[in-house]
């Protein structure tokens, strides 16, 4: 299979599960493209973003026709975002890959194991 299938095929995967779980493409695509294709963790990150431009242009598109963006709250977050970005593009460059893998994983780690046990409250609290 040629390398653009591949690449191509991990960029489906991962537009399909943004689209699905409302996860970003960077959970799925920087650990695929650093472990599957060997791509530096730094340079990864990189291209992660750079996807994340058109996807979500797509994805804000259909939200919108189902009137489900809140523009205020999306508002303050782009701007907090914004300048969380800022700052944290600039530290990321003195950060070894090591590190940054490690940070990388600690912080999927942790939202999935917060995801799975507030489901499991949930529905805990709708049995009785």
């Known amino acids: 299979m040629s390398m653009i299938l591949v690449i191509f095929l991990m960029g489906l995967g991962?537009?399909?599960?943004?689209?699905?779980l409302g996860v970003g493409g960077g959970v799925?695509?920087?650990p695929l493209m650093v472990f599957g294709l060997g791509i530096t963790q730094h340079t990864a990150q990189g291209i992660s973003?750079?996807?994340?431009?058109?996807?979500?242009?797509?994805?804000?598109w259909h939200f919108y026709k189902d009137k489900l963006i809140?523009?205020?709250?999306?508002?303050?977050?782009?701007?907090g975002a914004i300048a969380g970005a800022l700052i944290s593009a600039n530290l990321?460059?003195?950060?070894?890959?090591?590190?940054l893998k490690r940070i990388f994983g600690i912080f999927v780690i942790y939202s999935g194991s917060r995801m799975i046990l507030a489901t499991r409250?949930?529905?805990?609290g709708k049995q009785g």
């Open 49 to 60: 973003m750079l996807v994340i431009i058109p996807t979500a242009i797509v994805s804000v």
């Open 70 to 79: 809140n523009y205020q709250a999306a508002m303050y977050l782009a701007i």
């Open 14 to 20: 991962a537009g399909v599960l943004s689209g699905l």
């Open 92 to 99: 990321v460059q003195y950060l070894p890959a090591a590190e």
């Open 28 to 30: 799925v695509l920087v």
């Open 121 to 124: 409250k949930n529905s805990l």
